[in-house]
């Protein structure tokens, strides 16, 4: 393709890559209808970012990373994993499944995937006969996560997460009443607090609008028990939409509320 002036957003690949790497990405360029850029042999990515684009998507043989000017973004399952670890060791202490009183066979639609975490954990709990859909409104997020998540080594107790570049609210519209038994949100949050490494990057690039009451409404419609949200301690995150937090751990920064489903299934 030929690119006359910077784009937003582009796909290319390492410096020194593989026919079938630059296959890969090509056609995930195509799928996800940004430019492919094609990478000279040990080209490096710093001028591509002042001329040709202000962020990349990189297929590397090891993954799938993004790329600004001012750092690096890859997919990192190690917090959901250790989550996973003491799921698989029979606690049952995670905050998340204990409001969405997750359990096997469930279907859950996760409306914020951002690092893939939340989605990680319902996977396994709700198993092979489970489903887990979730959704990513940036299309550069949804990239990196969503090609993180394919190589994912899930074991066989655990279902896939179904990543899908999609926004909550059309979505939640698009959906019948009573389609998914749990919907989960976890919106970026007011108050930019300290974070894990990996969220500075997720912050740049994510979808930053709050949670509205009509959005809540639709995903009452569409789930069959809860909805459940997530959001900041010492923040009105919840409060806002009349939720109140549920009891938790006082050792963690996160709040956790829910609302019952409206649909009967
Ligand atoms: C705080 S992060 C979610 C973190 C996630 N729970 C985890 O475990 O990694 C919020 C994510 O939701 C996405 N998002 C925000 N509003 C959205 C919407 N309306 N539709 C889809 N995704 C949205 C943001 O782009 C961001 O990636």
Redesign the pocket.
């Known amino acids: 393709m030929n690119v006359r002036s910077r784009v937003p957003l582009a796909v290319t690949t390492s410096g020194k890559p593989e026919e079938t790497l630059v296959t890969r990405a090509r056609e995930a360029a195509r799928q996800w209808n940004l430019p492919f850029i094609p990478r000279r042999k040990k080209e490096p990515i710093g001028p591509m970012l002042e001329s040709v684009a202000d962020a990349f998507i990189v297929f590397e043989r090891e993954g799938v990373s993004l790329w600004d000017q001012e750092g690096t973004f890859s997919f990192n399952p190690g917090m959901?994993h250790l989550r996973r670890l003491r799921i698989q060791s029979g606690q049952r202490d995670d905050a998340f499944i204990r409001v969405a009183e997750l359990r096997t066979g469930d279907h859950v639609l996760?409306?914020?995937?951002?690092?893939?975490?939340?989605?990680?954990?319902a996977s396994l709990v709700v198993g092979s006969e489970g489903r887990v859909v979730a959704?990513?409104?940036?299309l550069a997020?949804y990239a990196v996560v969503s090609e993180g998540l394919k190589a994912y080594e899930y074991g066989p107790d655990s279902r896939h997460v179904e990543a899908l570049h999609?926004?909550?609210?059309e979505?939640l519209r698009s959906l019948p009443s009573g389609a998914f038994d749990i919907v989960?949100f976890?919106?970026?949050?007011e108050k930019p607090k300290k974070s894990q490494p990996g969220f500075e990057m997720?912050r740049r690039?994510?979808?930053?609008?709050p949670?509205t009451a009509e959005?809540l409404e639709e995903a009452r419609r569409v789930a069959k028990r809860w909805v459940v949200v997530?959001g900041a301690k010492y923040s009105e995150d919840l409060k806002k939409l009349g939720l109140e937090a549920e009891p938790g751990s006082r050792y963690t920064s996160m709040v956790w509320g829910r609302v019952p489903a409206t649909s009967s299934g």
């Not at 959704?135 to 940036?138: A, M, Q, T, V």
């Not at 976890?186 to 949050?189: C, Q, S």
């Open positions: 959901a996760d409306c914020t995937l951002g690092l893939g975490q939340d989605a990680l954990v959704l990513e409104k940036s997020l999609a926004d909550a609210h979505y989960f976890d919106p970026m949050f997720l690039f994510a979808e930053h609008a949670l959005t997530k």
